[in-house]
């Protein structure tokens, strides 16, 4: 077991940010592949349809594929239900996407300690945590072009 | 001036959010075009970066475009400020953008106060309020590729 980001691998990002090269576990790739969206929560349902539409998403390209979302607050499952979950499903190898346009307190902060104490819950388990989504080149092009109303 | 979507032209949106056809007012068409990239706000002045980035892509896609960032709180300026420089430089047609990842209390109940704020005080400019950004069909395609590792 680790807490240090020794685990990320090439295609992946260190908690801190930066740019996101394509890589990482795809999901579905193995059983032992896991996925969770971790968003920060809303007393609003409605909030949670486009991380739930995400999750639909990656289902419908690869069936099978073990994602889960999960959420910091207002809402359910939170991170450690979501992971428990799929480490019942046979999960090794978990990817957290930290569903945030930046990496702010809750990404840079609250996140690490989450994924630390996964860790000591999970020691067989390999937790990669990918950068803020947002902070991905390809959603700052897209936002760009959906903002200009294109 | 009226606080419903009266406004509301095709290819944006109503407030309670939905599909994001094409259209609206691509930035720099005119100088009385403007848009507001509308987002949470973080104590981290980094959270702020892809925003920033979001905005600086589309001065560089419209040279002169009219596009100001605004935070709704921890971070400034507010929509309000953000709104008066831009009518300060002859804007008329305001797009305010709401980089969200979904309509929670945010989007659905404090923006639409803000905006009947906005339309009290510039009652000569037309303020249209596009859905949460997150909630485009093409945000969800990106991040289910991006959360896949692709």
């Given amino acids: 077991m680790t807490n240090t980001n020794t685990k990320t691998t090439a295609g992946t990002m260190a908690m801190a940010g930066g740019t996101h090269p394509p890589g990482g576990h795809p999901p579905g790739a193995s059983i032992e592949d896991g996925v969770v969206l971790f968003a920060h929560g809303s007393r609003d349902p409605l909030w949670r349809a486009p991380i739930e539409a995400v999750e639909a998403r990656m289902r419908q390209q690869a069936p099978g594929a073990q994602v889960r979302c999960a959420y910091l607050e207002l809402a359910e499952p939170d991170l450690p239900t979501a992971v428990r979950e799929l480490a019942g499903q046979g999960v090794r190898r978990l990817t957290v996407v930290p569903m945030f ?24 388990m390999e937790v990669i945590v990918q950068g803020a989504i947002g902070e991905d080149p390809r959603m700052t092009a897209l936002m760009a072009e959906i903002a200009a109303g294109r």
């Fill in 101 to 124: 346009l930046g990496t702010g307190k809750h990404a840079r902060e609250d996140l690490p300690l989450l994924v630390q104490t996964l860790r000591e819950e999970h020691p067989g």
